[in-house]
């Protein structure tokens, strides 16, 4: 167990509407990642949170949004749901400091299982 | 985008037998990892390797990594049914430690 937890573990949702994905990071950590994997392929990485500000972005659309907040647990938003959505959502929390930028290993939650009819 | 390949896709061996999986990548690294994903759930990291390391050992892991074909594979010794699982390389691009992952091999073990 990586101590990073994410809920709900299952949602399905229809075409247009709105979703959000909770993620509580492992004790200590201060970044978050989010990943989105579509079924049989490796994860994309969406947006990473160090300090509670956006620190990079994957190739997503604006809908996709997120926070993170002082206790460094993070939301993940996704608006105006598309078939496409439908993935697995995972989050990677680390410990990230100046100078040591990649060299930290993420902690993987279970993810969040997403459909979206 | 995906940042390496991995080959095999699948993999199927016995119990006992070792798995070898190749993995090739793009862009220059300071380092590869490689990942094992049960079932379609979460990650879990297995083994990091810097871009100045030619081989790391850990465990029943041995992987190595060759910069100039920028390539990594990583061998799983005395395989067990417990290794079943998807395997990825994966390497940190950019200031936001972004890991870009492969494709996988999904790597069965019999008894």
């Given at each position: 167990e990586t101590g990073v937890t994410q809920s709900p573990t299952h949602l399905i949702k229809t075409r247009g509407q709105q979703v959000t994905l909770r993620c509580s990071s492992q004790s200590g950590h201060n970044t978050v990642s989010w990943y989105q994997q579509a079924l049989g392929q490796g994860p994309q990485f969406i947006f990473q949170y160090y300090r509670e500000e956006e620190n990079g972005r994957g190739n997503f659309p604006p809908r996709f949004s997120g926070l993170q907040f002082p206790n460094y647990s993070s939301e993940l938003n996704v608006n105006a749901?598309?078939?496409?959505?439908?993935a697995l959502y995972l989050c990677a929390s680390s410990l990230a400091s100046v100078g040591t930028s990649g060299q930290e290993t993420q902690y993987f939650g279970p993810g969040t299982r997403l459909l979206v009819l | 985008s995906q940042q390496g390949e991995e080959d095999p896709q699948a993999l199927s061996i016995q119990e006992g037998e070792n798995a070898t999986m190749n993995c090739s990548y793009k862009t220059s690294i300071n380092n590869l990892q490689w990942y094992r994903q049960n079932s379609g759930r979460g990650l879990v990291h297995l083994i990091l390797i810097r871009s100045n390391e030619r081989e790391k050992h850990s465990g029943r892991l041995r992987v190595t990594l060759d910069t100039s074909k920028k390539s990594s594979s990583l061998l799983i010794t005395a395989s067990r049914a417990a290794d079943t699982a998807s395997y990825f390389c994966a390497t940190p691009t950019g200031t936001a430690s972004k890991l870009t992952f492969g494709t996988g091999t999904r790597l069965q073990v019999t008894l």
């Open positions: 749901l598309e078939l496409d959505d439908s | -």
